[in-house]
C-alpha cells in the first residue's frame, strides 16, 4: 500500500541520497563481489525515481489515484478546457467566438486572476461555461505543504463563489503535476481532479494553425483539449493565438460531426 502522507518530493531526496551511497560504495569498490549491488542498486534507484516522477506528471497517469483525462468514448463529444483566466481581453473573446457557435465550455481559473478580474469570472458563468479551481497562485503543488496547500485551493474556490455564484466542483494542479497528497487534498473538498487527453502546446504560440491542426490530429471521441485564456499570474499574457485557434478548432471539429460540452456534461454522458 502506498502512505498517502508520503510527498512525492520527500521520496526523491531520499532516493537521491540512496542512489549517491550506492553509487559511491561501487566506484570506491567496496562490495562489489559477488555482483556490485552499489552500480545495480543505485541504478535501480535512478529508474524508481523517473518511474515515480513521470507518473507525476503525465496528465494520463492513474498510479496515484483516479484522475479524468477524457470522457466516455461512445458519443462524439468534446470539452475544450482554458486554463490560466481570467486574462481579458482574451477571455472575453474566446466568450464571443464560443456563443457564435453555441459552444460550451469549462474554465479553470487562477484565484489571483479571479481577484483581479472577478466581473469576467462571472461573466464566464453567465454565458453558460463551467469553472473549475486552477490554484490561487498557480504553483507546482508537489512543492507546497499541506497548508500551503490547502490556502492555494481555498482561496480560490471563496473567489470563485464570491465572483460566480457557483461552487467549482472541478479541479486542475497546474501543470498537472500532482502526487497522493495533492490528490488527498482534492478529494476532501469533493473536488474531481481534470486532467486533459489533447495538448495542442498553445502556450508556446506556434501559430494558431498549428495548434488548430495539432487538435484535429489528436482529437477522438470523450477528449478533454487543454488550451490557455491566460499565462499563469501573467495579467494580459499573449493568448491571442489560442482566440484564433478556438475558432479553427470549433469549425473543423463540428464539421466533422463532434459536439462540444462541458466537463460535467461529458462526464454525464457516461451514465
Ligand atoms: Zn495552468
Redesign the pocket.
Known amino acids: 500500500m502506498l502512505d498517502y502522507k508520503l510527498r512525492l518530493v520527500s521520496i526523491l531526496i531520499v532516493l537521491t541520497v540512496l542512489v549517491i551511497g550506492c553509487l559511491v560504495l561501487d566506484y570506491f569498490h567496496l562490495r562489489r563481489r559477488p555482483w556490485r549491488p552499489g552500480l545495480y542498486l543505485g541504478i535501480l534507484g535512478i529508474a524508481g525515481a523517473v518511474f515515480l516522477t513521470s507518473n507525476a506528471v503525465l496528465p494520463t497517469s492513474l498510479f496515484y489515484g483516479a484522475v479524468v483525462y477524457q470522457g466516455p468514448s461512445v458519443e462524439k463529444l468534446v470539452a475544450l478546457t482554458y486554463?490560466?483566466g481570467p486574462n481579458p481581453p482574451y477571455t472575453l473573446q474566446i466568450l464571443d467566438i464560443l456563443d457564435k457557435y453555441s459552444v460550451k465550455a469549462t474554465f479553470?481559473l487562477?484565484g489571483e486572476n479571479v481577484r483581479t478580474y472577478p466581473e469576467v469570472a462571472r461573466t464566464i458563468v453567465q454565458r453558460g461555461h463551467q469553472v473549475g479551481n486552477?490554484?490561487f497562485h498557480?504553483e507546482d503543488l508537489l512543492k507546497l505543504n499541506r497548508t500551503q496547500m490547502d490556502k492555494e485551493i481555498d482561496a480560490t474556490t471563496e473567489l470563485i463563489e464570491a465572483a460566480t455564484g457557483v461552487s467549482p466542483k472541478v479541479f486542475?494542479p497546474?501543470?498537472g503535476f500532482r502526487d497522493p497528497v495533492v490528490l488527498e487534498q482534492a478529494k476532501e473538498r469533493n473536488l474531481r481532479v481534470v486532467q486533459w487527453s489533447v495538448m495542442p502546446r498553445d502556450?508556446k504560440k506556434p501559430g494558431a494553425e498549428v495548434i488548430a491542426e495539432r487538435v484535429v490530429r489528436q482529437v477522438h471521441n470523450g477528449a478533454i483539449i487543454l488550451m490557455?485564456d491566460?499565462d499563469?499570474l501573467n495579467h494580459g499574457g499573449d493568448r491571442s493565438q489560442s482566440v484564433t485557434a478556438t475558432e479553427l478548432v470549433i469549425q473543423r471539429l463540428q464539421q466533422q460531426g463532434y459536439r462540444f460540452v462541458t466537463i460535467d456534461e461529458l462526464l454525464a454522458s457516461n451514465r
Open positions: 486554463d490560466d479553470f487562477v486552477h490554484t498557480h486542475r497546474p501543470h502556450w490557455h491566460g499563469g
